[in-house]
């Protein structure tokens, strides 16, 4: 088109553009002026909304993140939240009550768990913190936890920041407690392997403890730091709470899949050390004919060998599926734009895979679960009775008539007879007073 015809298209002329009922000419050749926040606005799909008045919208682009979902069914249908509420409910409870109870059977006999398998129960620990995390859900809605007002009337999903308490409460429980509990699996294997291959004692393990503790416990707490600071918390849909990595899967690869992958490669080559360590000392006593020490030898590493496959496959599995979280996150972003523009506000069928979502549920609850097993022996049964036995109130103490003893009295029989008991009497030194003589 020529110069000339473009000025019959487009007048610039203002005096004659400001009449009214003025014809409107379009030219291909003259850009057209560039759209207002309220055009972008609206580009954003259903169930989303702007957020920070950004301009991008198309979340199709890995690189997109202006458009937030709101609170509603966006990837996941109302059927499956509901089921993932009952279902993490369930194997919470079980967690909670088996680390308790590992953790009973520990403040009832602290002496039996020695190094290396003190970090059991530290182990126990922090799954227990972890599992009362998921609980909170039978009090709090999860509207509460994972939503934030915008300002408009409208409630929107936390994806970046520190909008919530409720939610950074979670957060701080389950990525803390979570990430140590894999650092204690490592510091276990390390003394197992320091036990077991270099031949290390109790005395010698008990000198650097103050480091497994110090590494267990500041690791989780710097990785917490860095994730607050920088504004990666964000919310769940599926489980109602806050975590790391739900929508930004760089967050997931750099403060999850890295920390986990790191811990339990390392701790499997712990693992394995030692039990080429023991397969030696098998065989050495095999040539020594001992059968009671190889009997021992082989329940121990029966224990060791049974309770490392229940961790390291549940660890492999939810590693899998961050690793399935992260190549399809950006995919799902797209299909749940795409989505709302064909089928309208109603979510006929979540988008991503709930079965592998229930999956990484269960199987970061099973290892709790299986905690138990350390302490579900005739011991730690002989130990809650010898403990009660001590509770039970002093017995009298008769007089006896030779100067150098004394009668402890105890009923013997329901009719009420006493049978007593004759024992040298202890003098007390010049630093030891005379304690009641209990039984």
Same mark, same amino acid.
Request: proline content about 6%; glycine content about 4%; hydrophobic content about 45%.
């Given at each position: 088109?020529?110069?000339?015809?473009?000025?019959?298209?487009?007048?610039?002329?203002?005096?004659?553009?400001?009449?009214?009922?003025?014809?409107?000419?379009?030219?291909?050749?003259?850009?057209?002026?560039?759209?207002?926040?309220?055009?972008?606005?609206?580009?954003?799909?259903?169930?989303?909304?702007?957020?920070?008045?950004?301009?991008?919208?198309?979340?199709?682009?890995?690189?997109?993140?202006?458009?937030?979902?709101?609170?509603?069914?966006?990837?996941?249908?109302?059927?499956?939240?509901?089921?993932?509420?009952?279902?993490?409910?369930?194997?919470?409870?079980?967690?909670?009550?088996?680390?308790?109870?590992?953790?009973?059977?520990?403040?009832?006999?602290?002496?039996?768990?020695?190094?290396?398998?003190?970090?059991?129960?530290?182990?126990?620990?922090?799954?227990?913190?972890?599992?009362?995390?998921?609980?909170?859900?039978?009090?709090?809605?999860?509207?509460?936890?994972?939503?934030?007002?915008?300002?408009?009337?409208?409630?929107?999903?936390?994806?970046?920041?520190?909008?919530?308490?409720?939610?950074?409460?979670?957060?701080?429980?389950?990525?803390?407690?979570?990430?140590?509990?894999?650092?204690?699996?490592?510091?276990?294997?390390?003394?197992?392997?320091?036990?077991?291959?270099? #031949?290390?004692?109790?005395?010698?393990?008990?000198?650097?403890?103050?480091?497994?503790?110090?590494?267990?416990?500041?690791?989780?707490?710097?990785?917490?730091?860095?994730?607050?600071?920088?504004?990666?918390?964000?919310?769940?849909?599926?489980?109602?709470?806050?975590?790391?990595?739900?929508?930004?899967?760089?967050?997931?690869?750099?403060?999850?899949?890295?920390?986990?992958?790191?811990?339990?490669?390392?701790?499997?080559?712990?693992?394995?050390?030692?039990?080429?360590?023991?397969?030696?000392?098998?065989?050495?006593? #095999?040539?020594?004919?001992?059968?009671?020490?190889?009997?021992?030898?082989?329940?121990?590493?029966?224990?060791?060998?049974?309770?490392?496959?229940?961790?390291?496959?549940?660890?492999?599995?939810?590693?899998?599926?961050?690793?399935?979280?992260?190549?399809?996150?950006?995919?799902?972003?797209?299909?749940?734009?795409?989505?709302?523009?064909?089928?309208?506000?109603?979510?006929?069928?979540?988008?991503?895979?709930?079965?592998?979502?229930?999956? #990484?549920?269960?199987?970061?609850?099973?290892?709790?679960?299986?905690?138990?097993?350390?302490?579900?022996?005739? #011991?730690?049964?002989?130990?809650?009775?010898?403990?009660?036995?001590?509770?039970?109130?002093?017995?009298?103490?008769?007089?006896?008539?030779?100067?150098?003893?004394?009668?402890?009295?105890?009923?013997?029989?329901?009719?009420?007879?006493?049978?007593?008991?004759?024992?040298?009497?202890?003098?007390?030194?010049?630093?030891?007073?005379?304690?009641?003589?209990?039984?």
């Amino acid at each position: 088109m020529a110069p000339d015809d473009v000025k019959l298209f487009y007048n610039t002329d203002d005096s004659w553009n400001n009449k009214p009922n003025r014809p409107v000419f379009h030219s291909t050749e003259v850009p057209l002026p560039k759209s207002t926040p309220s055009q972008h606005k609206a580009m954003c799909p259903p169930r989303y909304s702007r957020y920070e008045n950004s301009t991008c919208s198309d979340l199709c682009n890995p690189s997109c993140h202006d458009c937030v979902p709101n609170c509603s069914d966006v990837f996941f249908t109302k059927q499956h939240k509901k089921f993932a509420y009952a279902w993490s409910a369930i194997w919470a409870s079980l967690c909670v009550l088996s680390t308790l109870f590992t953790i009973a059977a520990f403040c009832v006999e602290p002496g039996r768990f020695r190094y290396p398998t003190r970090p059991i129960i530290f182990m126990a620990f922090c799954y227990l913190m972890y599992s009362m995390a998921y609980l909170t859900r039978l009090f709090i809605p999860a509207e509460d936890v994972i939503c934030k007002p915008d300002g408009l009337g409208s409630r929107l999903m936390i994806v970046n920041g520190m909008e919530s308490t409720l939610c950074i409460i979670i957060f701080l429980i389950q990525y803390y407690f979570g990430i140590a509990s894999h650092i204690w699996w490592l510091v276990l294997t390390l003394t197992w392997y320091l036990a077991a291959s270099r #031949k290390w004692g109790l005395e010698a393990i008990n000198s650097i403890a103050c480091y497994f503790h110090l590494f267990a416990w500041a690791v989780p707490a710097i990785l917490t730091i860095a994730i607050l600071v920088s504004g990666r918390v964000d919310s769940n849909e599926l489980t109602g709470m806050c975590y790391v990595g739900n929508y930004d899967k760089w967050s997931l690869l750099i403060y999850i899949i890295i920390p986990m992958s790191l811990l339990l490669f390392v701790g499997e080559i712990f693992l394995l050390a030692g039990f080429a360590a023991l397969f030696k000392i098998r065989t050495n006593l #095999k040539t020594q004919i001992d059968n009671s020490n190889i009997r021992k030898l082989e329940k121990l590493m029966a224990k060791i060998g049974v309770f490392a496959i229940l961790y390291t496959v549940p660890a492999v599995c939810i590693l899998g599926a961050h690793v399935h979280e992260f190549m399809n996150m950006d995919i799902w972003r797209c299909l749940s734009a795409d989505f709302t523009v064909k089928f309208g506000d109603v979510l006929t069928n979540s988008i991503p895979t709930v079965e592998i979502h229930m999956l #990484k549920i269960f199987m970061s609850l099973v290892v709790g679960i299986t905690l138990s097993m350390w302490v579900l022996s005739a #011991k730690t049964i002989h130990s809650c009775e010898r403990r009660c036995c001590r509770q039970k109130t002093s017995l009298p103490v008769i007089p006896s008539a030779h100067k150098n003893s004394y009668i402890v009295a105890r009923p013997t029989d329901r009719a009420g007879y006493m049978q007593h008991y004759k024992f040298p009497v202890r003098h007390p030194g010049p630093h030891r007073p005379m304690h009641e003589v209990t039984m």
